[in-house]
């Protein structure tokens, strides 16, 4: 079977690549970087170099698939995330329905059910509705929570100032999965072909809130003493851009996200359908690989 893959090799489309041509696959994965080819070869798949902003580009790296993988990578560059958001998946859509592909797995978020929802959350939900529009195609949406391995980036803030935090109470509870568990997820719809229609499948490997994931990552390290702060969101934004994030990337993937925590409605669909989530790895499964970042890092 032939599957293209978008994403490049991104913490999740990487895993996929790789158990997609483990399990005999053809895979064709598309990248905008072409330093990026020889590392996709050496996973014996087939290099795409271009544009996801390029429909012609897309379409003909749709051509012949047996099955797409979608996923719609982070632009620091845009002055409308939200924007770029849904004009990538519009193509996305168009170029499936224009190549005939009968299968796609696609990548979306908590919170994708809100039309208007905050950060993300709307633009998945644009995206959702203009895949669903496509009366050939079987697609399954995938919803996971927040990564488990963004905490990768408060390791600074836990090693140098012993606090842990973000624009919401420390009673909040997340939703947490790791990319691997969505690999997994993606992997078996694909080899399989496993799903039809429209489907939705969230996957949460564990929930945790913001005071016990203190307590649980402060203990893989040795550190203890770890307090959860809550910032306000312009703090919160600030401290963002001012670790290198642009405003953009730093409203919409933070503190929006973090607005619609504090407020239940990231989370209002999935609390209802929980009990048919799916996942793996907990947070203290988690806290080991975080152990051996942290002992690493600066």
């Given at each position: 079977?032939?599957?293209?893959?978008?994403?490049?090799?991104?913490?999740?489309?990487?895993?996929?690549?790789?158990?997609?041509?483990?399990?005999?696959?053809?895979?064709n994965?598309?990248?905008?970087?072409?330093?990026r080819?020889?590392?996709?070869?050496?996973?014996?798949?087939?290099?795409?170099?271009?544009?996801?902003?390029?429909?012609?580009?897309?379409k003909?790296?749709?051509?012949?698939?047996?099955?797409?993988?979608?996923?719609?990578?982070?632009?620091?560059?845009?002055?409308?995330?939200?924007?770029?958001?849904?004009?990538?998946?519009?193509?996305?859509a168009?170029?499936?329905?224009?190549?005939?592909?009968?299968?796609?797995?696609?990548?979306?978020?908590?919170?994708?059910?809100?039309?208007?929802?905050?950060?993300?959350?709307?633009?998945?939900?644009?995206?959702?509705?203009?895949?669903?529009?496509?009366?050939?195609?079987?697609?399954?949406?995938?919803?996971?929570?927040?990564?488990?391995?963004?905490?990768?980036?408060a390791?600074?803030?836990?090693?140098?100032?012993?606090?842990?935090?973000?624009?919401?109470?420390?009673?909040?509870?997340?939703?947490?999965?790791?990319?691997?568990?969505?690999?997994?997820?993606?992997?078996?719809?694909?080899?399989?072909?496993?799903?039809?229609?429209?489907?939705?499948?969230?996957?949460?490997?564990?929930?945790?809130?913001?005071?016990?994931?203190?307590?649980?990552?402060g203990?893989?390290?040795?550190?203890?003493?770890?307090?959860?702060?809550?910032?306000?969101?312009?703090?919160?934004?600030?401290?963002?851009?001012?670790?290198?994030?642009?405003?953009?990337?730093?409203?919409?993937?933070?503190?929006?996200?973090?607005?619609?925590?504090?407020?239940?409605?990231?989370?209002?669909d999935?609390?209802?359908?929980?009990?048919?989530?799916?996942?793996?790895?907990?947070?203290?499964?988690?806290?080991?690989?975080?152990?051996?970042?942290?002992?690493?890092?600066?």
């Amino acid at each position: 079977m032939k599957v293209t893959v978008t994403g490049s090799l991104g913490n999740i489309s990487r895993i996929l690549i790789e158990k997609l041509v483990s399990g005999g696959h053809e895979v064709n994965v598309i990248t905008s970087n072409a330093e990026r080819a020889k590392e996709i070869v050496q996973l014996q798949a087939i290099p795409l170099v271009g544009s996801i902003e390029d429909y012609r580009f897309v379409k003909n790296a749709f051509a012949g698939s047996d099955a797409v993988y979608l996923m719609i990578p982070p632009n620091f560059q845009t002055a409308d995330l939200k924007q770029y958001i849904k004009t990538v998946g519009e193509q996305y859509a168009n170029a499936l329905k224009e190549t005939g592909v009968k299968y796609a797995v696609n990548l979306s978020s908590i919170g994708a059910h809100l039309e208007n929802g905050s950060g993300p959350t709307g633009s998945n939900y644009y995206v959702e509705q203009k895949l669903n529009e496509l009366e050939d195609l079987n697609v399954l949406h995938l919803r996971p929570g927040m990564f488990l391995t963004n905490f990768y980036g408060a390791i600074p803030m836990i090693k140098h100032q012993g606090m842990l935090g973000n624009n919401f109470p420390g009673s909040v509870n997340l939703p947490l999965t790791h990319p691997k568990d969505i690999a997994e997820v993606a992997f078996n719809a694909l080899n399989g072909l496993s799903f039809y229609g429209k489907q939705i499948q969230y996957i949460v490997s564990d929930e945790k809130n913001g005071f016990e994931i203190t307590q649980t990552l402060g203990n893989a390290v040795g550190k203890s003493g770890i307090s959860w702060v809550e910032f306000s969101d312009d703090q919160l934004l600030g401290a963002l851009m001012q670790n290198g994030l642009s405003e953009q990337m730093a409203k919409v993937y933070m503190v929006e996200i973090g607005a619609a925590l504090r407020d239940g409605s990231f989370v209002e669909d999935y609390n209802e359908k929980k009990s048919q989530s799916v996942g793996g790895t907990t947070l203290q499964d988690f806290s080991v690989e975080f152990a051996i970042a942290y002992q690493y890092s600066n």
